[in-house]
């Protein structure tokens, strides 16, 4: 089965965790496309969607919106997975997911969601991402958790495995 994974990432961290799903569905035996969400120009021979999406001021970013917005007919008929890449929470060790993320979710209505552990490289930041990661609490550092990230990915190919 062909299998779409389509991350919205502004600096890089979240695409990386899409690499790492889409890793673990290659060694599934599942084919598998990467493409960033505004290069998706048709969903036409795809068997199964994967749709991550780092989350910013508690939205997933405008790219990813976009996307669900464009094939939201298609989605209803493809099998759907999503994540959420985000730092909210990770000072006291566990993601939270912000309620406001939900809508695109609900439209959407995936057969699976979880929410992964980001990193915050201050150099990576504009002046106003480090007032705001500030402001909103965001801890600096490297948070993600390759083998939960892994695990996932082959949680979903045993799913995909079942259609």
Not at 116 to 128: C, E, T
Request: no cysteine.
């Amino acid at each position: 089965m062909k299998v779409l994974v389509t991350v919205a990432s502004k600096h890089g961290s979240s695409r990386e965790v899409g690499a790492i799903i889409a890793d673990e569905l290659r060694a599934g035996g599942l084919e598998v496309d990467e493409i960033a969400p505004a290069e998706v120009h048709s969903l036409e021979g795809y068997g199964a969607v994967v749709i991550g999406s780092a989350v910013y001021m508690t939205q997933w970013m405008d790219e990813a919106r976009e996307f669900a917005s464009r094939f939201s007919a298609q989605l209803e008929e493809i099998p759907l997975w999503a994540f959420s890449v985000g730092m909210s929470g990770v000072a006291t060790g566990g993601v939270k997911d912000p309620s406001r993320v939900g809508p695109v979710l609900l439209t959407l209505n995936p057969r699976g969601y979880t929410t992964f552990k980001g990193k915050i490289d201050p150099s990576d930041l504009s002046w106003r991402e480090r007032t705001v990661a500030k402001l909103g609490g965001a801890v600096e550092g490297d948070f993600r958790e390759e083998d939960a990230e892994r695990a996932w990915a082959k949680h979903v190919v045993a799913e995909i495995r079942r259609l």
